[in-house]
């Protein structure tokens, strides 16, 4: 049941979107607060509060993990690939050998893109997250 | 000797204290003093962070070990910016939300186990003292390649200094001093590395690797200081040897070296597995460094400990690409250095080796020793206070009430086993003890804290069996490396490399121990999570 309301929660982030960024006055927001039902499950612990935050947990664990695969694959590959093709180690490329230029000089955009990609969407599925917890009760 | 040294040295240490000093107006209470002010953007925070990270190891120990061997060490400098990627993907934010200031303090929050705490600061304490001894090592060498002095004396100068220091609150964690430090570094890399550049453009290119092999640029004359086999033939201790410009350069027995086609091509003699232990030390190793957690504290909220880390990705990123450019050039202006060994030192002595004596060459090398003495002064005070912070609350139990007597106390204890290994390993490079310290870092508390932010179901008695099981080995594999005799063969990669197999077994324990013993999960578990997780908005 917890697992179900994630799901149509997340189809009900889209068509929300505006609200997010409503501002709202002190006043109005304590107004609101004793609807705020999601806000309540999370502060005390319930059966739904928990699935929420593990939904949270459950993607941001999934983004981390699939761009440390991304530098597993283009990083972490190349020793293997240098010792089974011995050839790509003498390849040159603007009269400097491959392996240097990869790893003296593009690794280090590359782990800075990887970085950026993730500081992006990290902070776009919290405020995913901020916006299902703050959503009015229909 | 070089006359704009004493002045250039002074200047940094005035500069440093007189900013510290302003730096000191803004602390107005007790958490202001030790963590900066929690109001600190996060680009002065990524280079204080920077600062502090990039220690002798980086200023002068990597150039030194791609001088000696080549393309194969270039993953020392990749691993060491790519931790942070592993430090931003799995720990950053959620570590910022725990409120933990320290890696003890992030047991006590998460599993709230006093004996987990304890273990804990034991690592921390291992790592802080492991992670000293090259920065002093570096100090001895710059000592002696300077001024001609001995390596013990400056080894233990720089030793006290930094104690003095710290033990008197000279040099506390200030931000805006440890973000000078970054650009300092920087600075002192990077200029002279363009007149180097121009000056090998100027004699025609010279090439790296020469079909002969290296050759002596100038008229050199090498004076042996132990029994060594010398292109074949035994020489004895004492006899001097001159070689004639244009003369290659010779192999000697007692320096390991790569030449030729294995320094230009990547896997000459070391191994597959040395090469992966080496890539999973560094990447996981940089999470677990005492000094680098303290820092994050600093940050307002998890987004911003986020942002803090991927700036600090880029300003370590742009610094690790000027020590690549010293070891090749090194190659060509101080080949001497392959058979003396020091290879460490081509940092400091590419700038006059290259440009001459004249006052470029002499300006530039005040410049590089200046960065240098910035490196190790500002990785050791954060070190060591770190290191000694720990001493203080969790070995002495001083807590509350303890005195800045102890604290003073803790700091000499602290200092004083780095300084007498430092005597003890001056043989060993610089980068390699540092890549051991990430060894013992990645196999102890990465699991813990990776485990810890993303698994409901860690218990304490798991936490313990895998920081036990992982770390205790590594620990011994470490200390078989720097006390023990030399090896042979794949037991030789596996203790002087060790966390190919260290890391996972790490893993394996905490998991399986924590499956066994399943009924122990904090009843809490479930608001910790929220707490690491949520972002701070929703904090009522």
Redesign the interface.
């Known amino acids: 049941m917890a697992a179900d309301d994630d799901v149509k929660a997340k189809t009900d982030v889209n068509p929300e979107r505006p609200a997010r960024t409503r501002v709202v006055l002190g006043e109005a927001a304590a107004r609101r607060r004793p609807a705020d039902r999601a ?1 309540t499950d ?1 502060a005390e ?1 319930t059966p739904i ?2 699935a929420l ?1 593990k939904g ?2 459950r993607a ?2 999934a983004l ?1 993990l699939r ?2 695969l991304v ?1 597993v694959t283009g ?2 590959a190349l ?2 690939l ?2 089974v093709a ?1 050839g790509v ?2 390849v040159k490329l603007f009269g400097i ?1 491959l ?2 230029l990869l ?3 593009l ?3 590359f ?2 893109g ?3 990609a ?2 992006r969407w ?2 776009r599925n ?1 405020q995913d ?2 916006a299902l ?1 703050r959503r009015p009760e229909q | 000797m070089n006359p704009y040294l004493v002045p250039g040295l002074i200047v940094v240490v005035l500069v440093t204290v007189g900013i510290g000093v302003y730096g000191l107006r803004f602390a107005r209470t007790t958490s202001d003093f030790l963590v900066a002010s929690r109001s600190v953007s996060p680009a002065w925070n990524a280079a204080a962070i920077s600062g502090e990270y990039l220690s002798a190891a980086s200023f002068l120990g990597v150039a030194g070990l791609i001088l000696r061997y080549g ?1 194969d060490v ?2 020392y ?2 691993g060491f ?2 931790g ?3 430090l ?3 720990v950053a ?1 959620p570590l910022r939300r725990s409120g933990a200031f320290t890696l003890p303090d992030f047991c006590e929050v998460r599993l709230g186990s006093p004996l987990l705490r304890r273990l804990a600061s034991v690592f921390v304490v291992f790592i802080g003292c492991l992670y000293l001894v090259p920065q002093l090592q570096g100090a001895g060498l710059t000592f002696t390649t300077v001024t001609g002095g001995s390596y013990a004396w400056g080894a233990l100068l720089v030793g006290v200094v930094v104690t003095a220091n710290v033990a008197l609150g000279g040099m506390r964690a200030i931000t805006f001093v440890q973000a000078f430090q970054y650009w300092l570094k920087l600075t002192a890399l990077a200029v002279p590395v363009i007149f180097l550049a121009l000056q090998w453009q100027s004699d025609g290119r010279p090439a790296v690797t020469p079909q002969p092999g290296a050759t002596f640029p100038v008229a050199t004359t090498v004076v042996l200081e132990q029994d060594a086999v010398v292109d074949g033939v035994p020489l004895e201790k004492g006899q001097q040897l001159s070689y004639d410009a244009g003369a290659p350069v010779p192999k000697v027995s007692t320096v390991d070296a790569n030449f030729g086609a294995d320094w ?4 000459g003699d070391g191994s ?1 597995f040395a ?2 232990s080496l ?1 999973l030390a560094t990447f996981l190793g940089t999470m677990g460094l005492p000094h680098v957690l303290v820092r994050f504290y600093t940050n307002p909220d998890g ?1 911003s400990a ?2 803090t ?2 700036v600090v ?2 300003l370590v ?2 610094f ?2 000027l020590p ?1 450019l010293y070891g090749v050039l090194g190659r060509i202006y101080t080949p001497q250095l392959l058979m003396t060994g020091r290879t460490d030192a081509v940092v400091l002595l590419l700038p006059e080796a290259a440009l001459g004596g004249g006052h470029l060459g002499q300006l530039l090398g005040a410049l590089v020793t200046a960065g240098a003495l910035a490196a190790f002064l500002s990785t050791s005070s954060g070190l060591l206070t770190s290191v000694a912070g720990v001493v203080f609350t969790d070995v002495l139990r001083a807590g509350r009430g303890g005195s800045i007597r102890d604290f003073r106390l803790a700091t000499v204890l602290a200092a004083s086993v780095p300084v007498l290994l430092s005597l003890y390993v001056s043989n060993m490079d610089v980068s390699r003890v540092v890549g051991l310290a990430f060894a013992v870092a990645a196999s102890s508390f990465c699991p813990l804290l990776v485990l810890g932010i ?1 698994w409901r179901r860690l218990t304490d008695v798991g936490a313990v069996a895998g920081v036990l099981a992982g770390g205790g080995a590594s620990m011994a594999a470490v200390l078989i490396t720097v006390l023990g005799p030399p090896l042979d063969g794949w037991l030789a990669d596996a203790v002087g490399q060790p966390a190919a197999w260290t890391v996972p077994l790490a893993f394996i324990v905490m998991i399986s121990g924590s499956l066994l013993t399943s009924k122990r999960v904090p009843r809490d578990v ?2 910790t ?2 707490r690491l ?3 701070e ?2 904090r ?1």
């Open positions: 806000g999370l612990q509060g928990e935050v949270l947990m941001q664990l981390a761009l440390a530098v990083l972490g020793p293997l240098f010792a011995p180690g003498g050998y392996p240097w790893l003296g000089l690794s280090f955009p782990l800075i990887v970085g950026w993730y500081v990290a902070e919290e997250f901020v917890i | 393309v270039l993953w400098p990749v910016a790519a942070y990627l592993a931003l993907l799995f934010a230009l091509r990547p896997g597959l090469t992966y890539i987004a986020r942002r880390t991927l990705l880029g990123g742009t690790y690409l690549t993303w479930g608001a999570m929220l997780h949520a972002p908005t929703l009522a």
